[in-house]
């Protein structure tokens, strides 16, 4: 479960930060980091009628990229780092709140993303965030998520491998301390006639699932 303490300390230096781990070959948390949000709004496709929410939005890192003027509403666990969007003045409702807490009524949104944040619930937190996205989706709605993954079990013990042959074992620390998505799970726990779920690799541990209702 995520706790809001951590990203509370990380909030002041946070963008700084994220700017130069992306520029470290070395660093595979931040490979292609804004890459991926640059396909993730390519993948919403926005147009001004859409209400779109982002769960975990941290910083507004991504949402500094939207030039379409639609309505944007924003959640996430640290109020340090939801001071900080608001300081930077972006036409964005900014809300306490998580993937098992979305402070909106059913039915409130047609597209709904996250960056780098569904890597911090395990299995059956998973599953009840889909339970609550689902809620405050609209019919036809979509959602976007982009984070750490692997295509199946087979995927994963290759990718401890290359980590333990580069003798990355922060790597391996990584993936033993979070819940990296296990997309052939994912799309399993949506196999029926009502999704069509597509995926789409960004980096070495960056993966795209787009889940269209």
């Known amino acids: 479960m995520i706790k809001s303490a951590c990203h509370d300390d990380q909030a002041e230096n946070y963008d700084k930060k994220i700017q130069e781990d992306s520029l470290d070959k070395f660093n595979y948390i931040r490979e292609n980091y804004f890459e991926l949000h640059d396909r993730v709004i390519e993948l919403l496709e926005l147009k001004e009628n859409d209400h779109i929410l982002d769960i975990g939005i941290g910083t507004g890192l991504l949402e500094e990229k ?4 639609c309505s944007i509403s924003g959640i996430d666990i640290s109020e340090k780092m939801l001071k900080i969007t608001e300081d930077k003045k972006m036409n964005i409702e900014l809300k306490p709140g998580s993937f098992s807490e979305i402070p909106y ?12 944040a569904f890597h911090h619930l395990d299995t059956n937190e998973k599953m009840k965030a889909f339970k ?21 079990e087979d995927a994963l013990e290759r990718l401890k491998n290359k980590f333990y042959k580069e003798n990355r074992a922060d790597m391996i620390s990584e993936m033993e301390e ?5 997309i052939e799970w994912l799309m399993d726990a949506f196999n029926t006639e009502n999704f069509t779920i597509r995926k789409e ?7 795209i699932v787009e889940i269209q209702f």
């Open 66 to 69: 939207i030039d379409v003027k």
């Open 105 to 116: 009524p059913d039915n409130t949104f047609n597209k709904i993303y996250s960056c780098f």
């Open 132 to 152: 609550e996205m689902e809620r405050v989706l609209q019919n036809n709605g979509k959602i976007i998520l982009g984070d750490f993954m692997y295509e199946n």
């Open 178 to 182: 979070e819940y990296f998505t296990d």
């Open 201 to 207: 690799q960004i980096s070495t541990i960056s993966w």
